[in-house]
């Protein structure tokens, strides 16, 4: 028989080992502002690892800590002054795990209201637990910073990647002609989420930029690979287009895009969680999200391979390997 006050949790001790370990830990509650959500599924995303390994100082918590940045699960408990949320909604967000926020690798956690959305009805949980880090950064880039609207011309840079594969159906959703860089196994895919493939292997930007846009470039170029793929990108947007990388951790010369007089943006979607402003607008926009999922124009696609908190290692090796085809999930209720 569970505690009733206590949780299990994966446990980071060290940066060095870089290995959780599982264990019995005091069951949070939910003080004001906040509800106490039990986590049915935690998404996997690169941060995840990089935190998990030492290698994002800018979000890494003090240890010990439980680490996990994404949930879906059923609020337990209401804190003061939270009115949107009651026991026994599903709920969903990116919530944790950076900084002195506690992770979703464990049973329960107490948190921010302002970070939920109400959970799409049509999705389960591990589908919606693999949604809010992916979609809250590519809507960030297309529609909060390129103003993204119906007609204009997008290309995704790995557009089959976890955040590549929602920009590429919020953009179709707001009506744009889009166009995706992929591998040509995945062409497939790309296709069927409704843009055109370009084989970035073969395929040199001057090249695809003539093809698609008989040379003026791109209306909006998203980048989520960033090194080579963001100086591409740079070079394919149009006279004053946008750019915009969620994978912007190198040097770049931004020469190509100034001489075009476009708009460079990064997106850091981690921020509002690391500084405490801006909350309310992630809970917002994956409000917009589960309208659109709920409309069958947004569908994450999930790894068929099933983790739990015994093989979550496993699943972070999958993400840093590039093995997963699509978003990999771990289970917490077993």
Known sequence: MSNPVKMR???????????????????????????????????????????????????????????????????????????????????????????????????????????????????????????PLVFLTAWEGLVDSARLHAGQTVLVTGGSGGVGHIAVQIAKAFGAEVFATASPAKHEMVRGLGATPIDYHTTKAADYVAAFTGGKGFDVVYDTVGGSSLDDALESVRIRGHVVSCAAFGTHSLAPSSLRAATVNGVFVLLPMLIG??????????????????????????????????????????????????????????
């Open 277 to 334: 402003e801006g909350r309310a607008h992630h809970g917002e926009v994956l409000a917009d999200a589960t309208r659109l999922v709920e409309a069958g124009k947004l569908k994450p696609i999930l790894d068929p391979r099933r983790f739990t908190l015994a093989t979550a290692h496993d699943a972070h090796d999958a993400v840093e390997q590039g093995t997963a085809f699509g978003k990999i999930v771990i289970d917490i209720a077993e």
């Open 9 to 131: 949790a994966l446990v980071l001790e060290d940066y060095q080992s870089g290995r959780f370990t599982q264990q019995e830990i005091a069951r949070p509650v939910a003080g004001e502002g906040q509800v106490l959500v039990r986590i049915e599924a935690s998404g996997v995303n690169p941060i995840d690892y990089k935190i998990r390994t030492g290698r994002a100082p800018y979000a890494d918590p003090v240890l010990p800590a439980v680490l996990g940045t994404e949930l879906a699960g059923v609020v337990e408990a209401v804190g003061a002054g939270v009115s949107r949320f009651k026991v026994g909604d599903e709920v969903y967000g990116l919530v944790g795990g950076v900084r002195g926020l506690q992770g979703t690798l464990a049973e329960f956690a107490a948190v921010d209201w302002r970070l939920l959305a109400l959970k799409p009805k049509n999705l389960s949980m591990r589908e919606a637990a693999a949604l």
